[in-house]
């Protein structure tokens, strides 16, 4: 009996040893995407951003331009990535459009599905997940895509991260900033800071505390040759010729920051 007994208590000694990850392993965060988060690399700016706030980060990414998140179900590249690593959040991220049914009427019907599928997926292994929003330049097509984003999260059971009404208001407050890419279309450097800030704000609670900081990553643009592999946001391009590097001036952060914190107020 003595034996049985210490035996189980060697089990429940074990378990909790492995049930408690070490105190200064980083979280990891899972980007599922297309081009919307590639240009500009959301993943490395979020790492870079949470880490000048005192927060580890490792993001990786599985992107590809043009792509649905319904591609990423049939292909089973989430599936796989999520066996092979244990995230604490996944970020979905759906081509902008489809949730608005902008490619037909079955468009939204099959991604609402693919947000839904992903979701549990993830979940049964123990992540958190969110839906980040995208985008719309013009403010009565903007409201529709936050409500049919919005939407589709709620249906999910997550959290929605809102930009494209951040966005009016920030293009109306800074119109000066980098908003979008050369071709007016993809997100600019400052729309990726927007969006990181958000999912900061979302994952820790609180706008980022930093005065500057610095992107030690590829810089991708919309020609990424990036296929929808597993890759950490901060491994080599498979394109030479990438741009590398990028900074965020404090001056840029704090104009940000106040018109975001007047969400707060």
């Known amino acids: ?40 690399n959301l993943p490395a700016v979020f790492s870079a951003l ?10 990786d990414m599985i992107v590809k331009g043009g792509a649905t ?10 599936a796989r990535a999520l066996s092979k690593h244990a995230y604490t959040t ?12 902008a490619f037909g009427p079955d468009s939204c019907i099959r991604s609402r599905e693919a947000v839904k599928s992903l979701a549990d997926l993830a979940r049964k292994k123990g ?28 249906d ?13 208001r920030l293009r109306a407050a800074e119109p000066g900033f980098a908003w979008f890419y050369m071709d007016g279309m993809h997100p600019g450097k400052d729309l990726v800071l927007l969006d990181a800030v958000l999912l900061y704000r979302d994952a820790f609670g609180s706008l980022p505390d930093t005065p500057d900081f610095t992107v030690d990553a590829p810089i ?15 491994a080599p391009p498979p394109k ?8 965020y001036a404090a001056a840029t952060i704090d104009r940000l920051l106040s018109v975001i914190g007047q969400d707060n107020d």
Do not use: K
């Not at 996944?90 to 049914?101: F, K, T």
């Not at 999910?156 to 009016?168: D, N, R």
């Open 156 to 168: 999910a059971g997550i959290p929605y991260i809102e930009v494209s009404g951040q966005l009016q």
């Open 220 to 234: 991708y643009t919309s020609d990424s040759g990036l296929t929808p592999e597993l890759r950490p946001a901060d």
């Open 90 to 101: 996944v970020v979905l991220q759906e081509r902008g459009g489809d949730l608005m049914c």
């Open 50 to 59: 949470a880490a000048a706030s005192g927060h580890a980060v490792h993001s």
């Open 69 to 78: 998140l319904e591609e990423r179900v049939a292909d089973g590249s989430v």
């Open 127 to 154: 992540a958190r997940v969110v839906l980040l929003g995208t985008y719309q330049s013009l403010p009565a097509p903007s409201r529709r895509l936050v409500e049919a984003e919005a939407s589709a999260a709620n």
């Open 240 to 247: 030479a010729g990438t741009p590398h590097g990028t900074a």
């Open 1 to 40: 009996m003595r034996t049985l007994a210490i035996t189980f208590l060697s089990i429940v000694l074990l378990c909790a040893c492995r049930a408690a990850p070490p105190a200064d392993r980083p979280d990891r965060v899972l980007f599922v995407g297309n081009s919307l988060v590639y240009v500009g």
